[in-house]
């Protein structure tokens, strides 16, 4: 990754904290259940079977009711690798066995079946700002564009409208989404 890029996704990452803090919890409840909605009416959703999602962490936007609202469907959970790997595991959403990761998020325990990643049929994938295009601004670890290299499923980006932003930096190794979802609905990146 270039120097000039890189220091970009930190500036970008400090100012996106800032803005989604700035938001406040009511106004990030509201817009996490909008989004919620319009998942649940959203054909890819409905038909499919096996879905990675996230536990929230840092005020990103809270999708775990749809794991008590669709308890038929097969959740994924990933679990980050130690850091010398920098790669996500993926295993059954099982509530009972969640460990607290030092980032901050619950994961699966590791003791849970894997699931392969050419199993997942949705990914449903945080990040700290998105843009119009479908480039996603995460934490900086590249665990999600690593698993999304060659990732056969659709991926859904959860964005805030307000971290929807009009183009990002990336390079070689960041990966665009298929689709984003804001608390005003669907968008499909431009090309």
């Known amino acids: 990754m270039s120097e000039t890029v890189t220091a970009q996704k930190i500036q970008?990452?400090?100012?996106?904290?800032?803005?989604r803090q700035a938001?406040?919890?009511?106004f990030r409840a509201q817009a996490s259940?909008?989004?919620?909605?319009?998942?649940?009416?959203?054909?890819?959703f409905q038909n499919a079977q096996v879905i990675l999602t996230y536990m929230p962490i840092k005020a990103e936007v809270d999708l775990r009711a749809l794991l008590a609202d669709f308890p038929h469907k097969h959740w994924v959970l990933p679990r980050i690798l130690p850091e010398?790997?920098?790669?996500?595991?993926f295993h059954p959403y099982d509530p009972h066995q969640l460990v607290r990761h030092r980032f901050?998020?619950?994961?699966?325990?590791?003791?849970?079946?894997?699931?392969?990643p050419a199993e997942i049929q949705l990914a449903l994938v945080p990040g700290l700002a998105y843009d119009h295009h479908g480039w996603r601004l995460g934490y900086g670890g590249g665990y999600y564009d690593r698993f999304l290299t060659g990732f056969p499923g659709i991926s859904l980006g959860i964005a805030l409208e307000a971290l929807l932003l009009d183009s990002l930096p990336h390079d070689e190794y960041d990966v665009p989404m298929h689709w984003l979802v804001t608390e005003k609905g669907f968008t499909l990146p431009l090309n």
Do not use: C, F, K, Y
Request: no cysteine; hydrophobic share 45%; aromatic share 2%.
């Open 12 to 19: 970008l990452r400090a100012q996106s904290r800032q803005v």
């Open 23 to 26: 938001l406040g919890e009511t």
């Open 33 to 44: 259940q909008a989004i919620r909605a319009h998942i649940t009416g959203w054909t890819v």
């Open 84 to 89: 010398a790997q920098h790669g996500l595991l």
């Open 104 to 116: 901050g998020m619950d994961e699966p325990a590791a003791n849970l079946p894997l699931i392969a």
